[in-house]
């Protein structure tokens, strides 16, 4: 029972087209035994999730996320099929795929993030993409 009331409220929070965010955790993390993430590491990370719905064919609006140099973009898309495209501030195509990957700005600038959805299903497509800017 409460994984249906979880899947209907997911699938209206799709429906919708509202963005949801998450933020990133506040306590220390561990990795490993011996190394552990400091405070100040975890203040200069950010994460969100985006959800898409898409149609057959149909391409997302382009996310716009802004990165400073040196800063990495790490995307996580799920879904029955996640294909997209990174792009830099000049509209350049960076990397097209469907599986996650981490992006490192070689300079200040915009990066968009663009969903599509194949015309080969029937069925609308849901993605999950989660995005961490470290």
Do not use: C
């Given at each position: ?48 999730t985006k ?84």
């Amino acid at each position: 029972m409460n994984k249906q009331l979880l899947s209907i409220s997911m699938l209206s929070l799709l429906l919708s087209g509202a963005p949801a965010y998450a933020s990133a955790s506040t306590d220390a993390q561990v990795q490993g035994e011996s190394h552990k993430v400091s405070m100040e590491q975890q203040k200069q990370e950010q994460q969100f999730t985006k959800y898409y719905y898409l149609s057959p064919g149909q391409l997302s609006q382009k996310e716009a996320i802004y990165l400073k140099k040196g800063q990495e973009l790490r995307i996580s898309p799920k879904g029955s099929f996640a294909n997209y495209t990174v792009y830099d501030a000049q509209n350049k195509r960076i990397w097209s795929g469907t599986t996650a990957i981490i992006i490192k700005a070689n300079e200040d600038g915009y990066r968009y993030v663009q969903f599509q959805a194949p015309y080969s299903y029937e069925d609308p497509n849901v993605i999950v993409a989660t995005y961490t800017i470290q």
